[in-house]
C-alpha cells in the first residue's frame, strides 16, 4: 500500500503548476463557503434573537390554547408568585410575567383600539428590547402606576405626545367594563410600524385591578443564554407546574413558528447558490484529472499489458483525486477558520449599517458564528463532490484496451 501512496503523490506533483490551480481553486472555494455559512449563522442568530427579544423570548408559560386563540379568559392564576419561582428555581433575573388585552385608547381628539401588555417594568428589560427603544420620555418604573409606554406611530395617530393623558376602555376578565386614566411616560420606536401603531404596556399590577384579573395574567417569558440551552430551560420550568395544571409550556419554535420556515427558506436559496459554486470546482478537477490520465494513455497500456488490472489503476487515480482534495479541504478551512475568526473578533460592518442597527436596537456589525459545522460543512462537500468528478476518468481506465493505449504515441 506504501508504494500505491508514494505513486499516486508522484504522479499528483508531475504537473505541480495544474495541480496548485486545481488545489487552488478548491483552497479558494473552501474559503469563501467556511466565511459565508458563518456569517449566514451568525445573521441568522442575530435575527432570531431580534425576532425573540421583541415579546417571544425563548421559552413561554401559556395556558392550554392561548397560543392558537388569544383569549382573555385563558390566564396563568396567581402568575407573578409563578414567575418569582421560576427565577429563584432557573437563578436568572431573565424572567417577566405579562398580561394581554385589547382596549379602546382615546386622546382627546382621537380612539383607536390597540394591544394593550400588562408587564413587570423591573423585569421586562431583560427579556423584551421595548424598554431599550424608548425615543422620547422614559420607560416604566412602578409597579401600579397609572403610567403607560406607547408606539411612535400610535402617539402620532392619537395626536398624544410624553405628559399628555389616555383613556382605556375595555372589557374585564369577569366581562365587566374596564377603564383607566393613564399618563403617557414614553413613546417606544421599534421600526416595526405594526409594533408601533398597535401595542402599547402599562404596568402588570395596574394592568391586573383595571381588567380583573385576579391576580392572574397570560404568559410568563424565560429567555435564556441561548438557543441551545431552550431545551433544558424549558424541561426545568415544565417539571415545576402541578401536573394537574392547564399550563403548557412553549419554545420559540411554536409560538413563532414562521421563524423558522424564514431562515428553511433562506438557506435553500443561499444553499443552492454555494451548490453552484462546488460544481463549478468539480469540474475543474474533472477536467485536471481526465488530463492527466489522457496523457498517461501510453503508460497505462503497458502496465495493464504486464498484469496490472484496470480497477487498481483506477484506484491510483481516485487516490490522486483524494490526496488533492484533502489538501484544498485542509489549506481552504484553515485559511476560511483564522479569517472568520477576525471577523467574529471584530465584526463586520457595511456603510450605513451604523444608523440602521441603532434603528432596531442592534448590534452595529455582524459577527460570524464559528463552529464544527460552519468550518467543515462546506469543505467536506467539496471534497465528495471532487471525489464524484473523479469517476468518470478513473472508468475510462476500464474501458481501455492496453494494444490500443500502447499505440498513442
Not at 402617539?155 to 367594563?177: I, Q
Not at 498517461?296 to 504486464?306: D, N
Not at 485542509?330 to 467574529?344: D, P, R
Amino acid at each position: 500500500m506504501n508504494i500505491v501512496f508514494r505513486l499516486a503523490w508522484r504522479n499528483l506533483w508531475r504537473h505541480p503548476r495544474r495541480t496548485w490551480l486545481t488545489t487552488g481553486a478548491m483552497v479558494f472555494s473552501n474559503i469563501l463557503l467556511v466565511f459565508m455559512i458563518s456569517l449566514q449563522f451568525g445573521m441568522y442568530g442575530l435575527m432570531i434573537d431580534n425576532a425573540l427579544q421583541v415579546f417571544t423570548g425563548h421559552v413561554q408559560v401559556q395556558a392550554s390554547g392561548y397560543n392558537e386563540d388569544k383569549k382573555m379568559r385563558q390566564t396563568v392564576p396567581d402568575i407573578i408568585p409563578l414567575a418569582n419561582s421560576i427565577r429563584t428555581t432557573l437563578n436568572s433575573e431573565t424572567v417577566a410575567a405579562r398580561g394581554w388585552a385589547f382596549a379602546l385608547a382615546s386622546s382627546e381628539d382621537r380612539s383607536f383600539g390597540i394591544g394593550i401588555y400588562g408587564v413587570e417594568p423591573e423585569f421586562e428589560a431583560q427579556v423584551s428590547n421595548i424598554p431599550g427603544l424608548v425615543s422620547d420620555g422614559r420607560y416604566l418604573e412602578t409597579d401600579n402606576a397609572a403610567e403607560i409606554v406607547v408606539g411612535s406611530v400610535l402617539a402620532r395617530n392619537l395626536h398624544v405626545k410624553v405628559g399628555d393623558e389616555l383613556t382605556l376602555l375595555g372589557s374585564g376578565l369577569d366581562g365587566s367594563f374596564a377603564a383607566a386614566v393613564v399618563n403617557i411616560v414614553g413613546i417606544f420606536d421599534s421600526g416595526v410600524n405594526d409594533i408601533d401603531r398597535n401595542i402599547a404596556e402599562i404596568p402588570l399590577r395596574l394592568f391586573q385591578e383595571t381588567f380583573f384579573m385576579e391576580g392572574g395574567g397570560h404568559q410568563i417569558v424565560v429567555v435564556g443564554d441561548g438557543l441551545e440551552a431552550v431545551p433544558a430551560i424549558r424541561s426545568t420550568v415544565q417539571s415545576m407546574l402541578p401536573d394537574d395544571s392547564d399550563l403548557v409550556v412553549l419554545d420559540w419554535d411554536e409560538i413563532q413558528p414562521g421563524l423558522k420556515q424564514a431562515i428553511q427558506a433562506d438557506m435553500s436559496s443561499s444553499f443552492f447558490m454555494y451548490l453552484v459554486l462546488v460544481i463549478l470546482v468539480s469540474f475543474s478537477v474533472l477536467n485536471t484529472q481526465l488530463m492527466s490520465v489522457l496523457e498517461r494513455t501510453r503508460e497505462f497500456g503497458i502496465v495493464m499489458a504486464l498484469g496490472l488490472r484496470p480497477g487498481r489503476l483506477g484506484r491510483l487515480v481516485l487516490l490522486e483525486t483524494a490526496m488533492m482534495g484533502l489538501i484544498g479541504a485542509i489549506l481552504g478551512a484553515a485559511a476560511g477558520g483564522l479569517l472568520t475568526s477576525w471577523f467574529t473578533s471584530h465584526g463586520l460592518a457595511f456603510p450605513g449599517m451604523d444608523e440602521m442597527a441603532a434603528r432596531f436596537n442592534l448590534p452595529a456589525r455582524m459577527y460570524p458564528e464559528v463552529n464544527v459545522l460552519t468550518l467543515s460543512a462546506g469543505p467536506a462537500v467539496v471534497f465528495v463532490f471532487t471525489m464524484l468528478a473523479a469517476i468518470y476518468p478513473a472508468l475510462r481506465l476500464r474501458w481501455q484496451n492496453p494494444v490500443d493505449a500502447m499505440r498513442v504515441a
